[in-house]
């Protein structure tokens, strides 16, 4: 079986919406060592790990960074209001918890 994948305009307006929601967030790659795990002896001399990872396995994570302190909650929902006027979407008087955002879009499915 062979997947064929093609540039879907609905899926990259959509990923832009969430982006512009968030304009003003610098790019950043924050990436950190992962914890190997503790290794030990046991009292009867037997060694033991806590994981099973190899020393070649990559042991780098990722993580999404803090909102830098401009884009305060005023702005992140301005920007969102914008975007949801731009999408004929009713702007969200509020917003509900924090950034908690759904993407709704018709999926072609019948």
Known sequence: MK???????????AAKAVVDVFAGQ?????TYMMDKGYQGRLMSG???SQVTWTEE??????????????L??????KQ????QR???IAPSPTLE???NLTIDKETGVC
Do not use: C, M
């Open 3 to 13: 997947l064929q994948f093609k540039h879907q305009k609905f899926q990259a307006d």
């Open 26 to 30: 610098p790019y950043l790659t924050p």
């Open 46 to 48: 037997e060694e033991f």
């Open 57 to 70: 396995q990559d042991f780098t994570g990722w993580a999404n960074q803090r909102l830098v302190p401009e």
């Open 72 to 77: 305060s909650d005023h702005i992140i929902l």
């Open 80 to 83: 969102l209001q914008k975007v």
């Open 86 to 88: 731009t999408n004929q």
């Open 97 to 99: 918890g924090r950034y």
